[in-house]
């Protein structure tokens, strides 16, 4: 009879493994947005160009090419605790689903018992008191559930569609880190050159103000220019003491981000020795958009949403569980296995709902749960494709906003010597000077600025496009 019992659950098992599912079959849904990127006088650097990779083909190191930076970023994916939880909460998804996974198997058991009684004897069928005494040895399964009609492994499913938005997230966090890290290495590459040009400034504006001081003693010169030269390097001072502040800063949030304190050799001195990540191209078309993590884990989630609908439908058909054990029993311990003394159990439980109203509440809100994260869904890509389009739009114009105020830095430089030498002369006032002295500073900040905006936009449009895995 044994060998019957472990061939009919053999069977059970196969019926298993092939059974059906109630939940809807899944069909990727239509990305709400156009599937070529913006035109227009903005992005006419954009298109795709041939031979140029797109942002989600290049891994970071092959992106960013400056070697400081690779070894910062290094540091920061080894020691980052915020990648490190993202790292753990995948762990914990696996196990989750290895749980869930594990309910479509029985759970086969080994118990020994061992009993002894004395019963009255006008409770005794003898009719004379007794002791009585019993001892077991099963292997038996208790309660499994047999999933005829796929409820458990729609459930199964939904745990392995939610460890994979995890490990989506987990891939999301590390492209944030790896563009957070250089935005800030960037931001304080940009910050110590403008310290640097604060530094320079102030010493000029005072060897100004030394000489017009001595104009002034001997009467060449007048209080006011005097003043003025004096405004100049009081501004100029006041600057060197916010970027001294600014670099410190950015200094502090680079070693938060890299978990630990980065070396000074790692540090950048400005943004001319910092070298330019590669040139990345958006694709043909916005279905690129399809392969970043974040719009990946909306997916997953979707699908799981998917999967919750057939379990909740599959609560409306009858549940089978199974009890059933193999061993050997006795009056004595030293009988126990004497020939003989084999026992089984075969118990199967079916459970057909009538009526329960949770059970049609449930499946409403696997329904909401489905349009719920399908909107979800589709809003990650609306707002994917806006990030990537604002990210184009800034590359096809840097450039040409570049160019144009390093022509204007030319312009001011030259209009600040003539202004100066026209006022050691004594053809013009000391105003012309302070004026064009303002706009060299003023112009070579802008410069500055816009050189980082072009730098982070790149990195910007790399990890819109997926890229930093």
Not at 12 to 22: A, D, E, K, Y
Not at 38 to 43: E, I, L, S
Not at 151 to 178: F, G, W
Not at 317 to 324: D, K, Q, V, Y
Request: charged share 20%; proline share 4%; glycine share 6%.
């Amino acid at each position: 009879m044994s060998r019957k019992l472990l061939f009919l659950l053999a069977i059970i098992i196969v019926l298993l493994l092939v059974g059906c599912t109630l939940a809807p079959e899944y069909t990727r849904p239509e990305p709400p947005v156009p599937a070529d990127w913006p035109t227009g006088a903005a992005y006419k650097d954009s298109r795709a160009t041939t031979g140029i990779p797109t942002g989600s083909e290049l891994k970071w190191r092959e992106f960013f090419t400056d070697k400081r930076l690779q070894k910062v970023i290094e540091k920061a994916l080894n020691n980052n605790r915020d990648l490190r939880l993202a790292a753990l909460n995948v762990e914990k998804a696996r196990a989750l689903y290895g749980i869930q996974r594990a309910e479509l198997f029985p759970a086969v058991n080994a118990v020994g018992s061992g009993s002894k009684e004395r019963v009255p004897a006008d409770l005794s069928s003898t009719g004379s008191r007794m002791t009585s005494e019993r001892y077991d040895v099963n292997l038996g399964i208790a309660s499994w559930e047999i999933d005829f009609f796929g409820r458990i492994r729609s459930l199964k499913d939904q745990a392995l569609q939610e460890y994979l938005a995890t490990e989506q997230a987990r891939r999301s966090a590390q492209i944030s880190l790896v563009s957070e890290v250089t935005n800030v290495y960037l931001t304080l590459a940009a910050d110590r050159g403008n310290l640097k040009l604060a530094q320079s400034t102030l010493e000029a504006q005072q060897a100004t103000y030394a000489l017009i001081q001595r104009r002034y003693e001997v009467g060449l010169a007048t209080e006011l220019d005097l003043r003025r030269a004096q405004t100049q390097a009081d501004a100029a001072r006041g600057d060197v003491a916010r970027y001294t502040q600014l670099t410190a800063q950015d200094q502090n949030a680079l070693n938060l981000l890299a978990g630990s304190p980065v070396p000074k050799d790692l540090l950048p001195v400005d943004l001319d020795n910092v070298t330019s990540p590669k040139e990345i191209s958006p694709g043909l078309s916005s279905e690129v958009l399809l392969n970043r993590p974040d719009i990946m884990a909306a997916e997953h989630r979707l699908k799981g949403a998917y999967a919750y609908m057939g379990a909740a439908r599959a609560a409306f058909f009858p549940r089978i569980s199974l009890t059933t054990s193999v061993g050997t029993a006795s009056a004595e311990l030293s009988g126990l296995f004497s020939a003989g003394s084999a026992t089984w159990n075969f118990i199967p439980r079916i459970t057909m709902p009538i009526f329960d109203a949770r059970t049609w509440a449930a499946l409403r809100v696997s329904k909401a749960e489905r349009k719920i994260v399908l909107t979800q869904y589709e809003r990650a890509i609306q707002a994917a494709f806006r990030e990537v389009a604002d990210a184009l739009a800034a590359r096809g114009t840097v450039d040409q906003q570049v160019s144009a105020q390093q022509s204007l830095v030319n312009a001011v430089a030259e209009t600040y010597r003539l202004s100066n030498m026209r006022y050691e002369k004594g053809i013009d006032s000391y105003l012309s000077v302070l004026d064009a002295q303002r706009s060299l500073y003023g112009s070579k900040q802008r410069l500055i600025s816009l050189h980082l905006a072009r730098f982070t936009n790149l990195v910007t449009l790399y990890k819109t496009l997926g890229g930093g895995g």
